[in-house]
Antibody, heavy 117, light 110 residues
Framework: EVQLVESGGGLVQPGGSLRLSCAVS????????VDWVRQAPGKGLEWVGR??????????DYAASVKGRFTISRDDSKNSVSLQMNSLKTEDTAVYYC????????WGQGSLVTVSS | QSILTQPPSASGTAGQRVTISCSGS????????LCWYQQVPGTAPKLLIC???GRPSGVPDRFSGSKSGTSASLAISGLRSEDEADYFC???????????FGGGTKLTVL
């Protein structure tokens, strides 16, 4: 059974850092892309970034709103993808989801990040 | 303002057919795969259908999708109360080198 499980969310002050993890199971991570998508309270979905698979040399892309502040990394041997978030702003407050592949065929349950003083 | 444009709301009675539109441009819908997601409030989005790969197993054939040029639509036939949810379209945008979502459509089953 394919599963993605996010963890690491919480309350952080503006300017602070937080690292989210996405633990995957039921598939070979190196064969797949993983996206991070966020949803601010009461708002729609916003793509954050992508890590491509081994065949695509693990390249990454980021939304303009997070480029230079967020970094996606992965450890296929540990079946894990991480989202390092630095210089956090109040507008980064959202539920963060990881999802599999360009179609988003599987999603995690989400992890809430609250940026507030 | 979302790159992909969806109506904020749609409604229908049980048994009816409703459609939800998604409008984009040549750099996203015009060139790339378009997918639709259903999200019940408080839960994660669920993939419904993609133009290039169809419906995943488990998604009823009451859900269908189409694309023409830079626009797409999701049709739901035989509307049921459990279809009441938010619906989002999404596609890769070549100009932005990123994925773009529609603002979402809240479907109410009257």
């Amino acid at each position: 059974e394919v599963q993605l499980v996010e963890s690491g969310g919480g309350l952080v002050q503006p300017g602070g850092s937080l690292r989210l993890s996405c633990a995957v199971s039921g598939f070979t991570l190196s064969d797949h892309y993983v996206d991070w998508v966020r949803q601010a309270p009461g708002k729609g979905l916003e793509w954050v970034g992508r890590t491509r698979n081994k065949a695509k040399s693990y390249t990454t892309d980021y939304a303009a709103s997070v480029k230079g502040r967020f970094t996606i990394s992965r450890d296929d041997s540990k079946n894990s993808v991480s989202l390092q978030m630095n210089s956090l702003k109040t507008e980064d407050t959202a539920v963060y989801y990881c999802s599999r592949d360009v179609t988003g065929d599987y999603w995690g349950q989400g992890s809430l990040v609250t940026v507030s003083s | 303002q979302s790159i992909l444009t969806q109506p904020p709301s749609a409604s229908g009675t049980a048994g009816q057919r409703v459609t939800i539109s998604c409008s984009g441009s040549s750099s996203n819908i015009g060139q790339n795969n378009l997918c639709w997601y259903q999200q019940v409030p408080g839960t994660a989005p669920k993939l419904l259908i993609c133009t290039n790969s169809g419906r995943p197993s488990g998604v009823p054939d009451r859900f269908s999708g189409s694309k023409s040029g830079t626009s797409a639509s999701l049709a739901i036939s035989g509307l049921r109360s459990e279809d009441e949810a938010d619906y989002f379209c999404a596609a890769w945008d070549d100009s932005l080198s990123g994925r773009v979502f529609g603002g979402g459509t809240k479907l109410t089953v009257l």
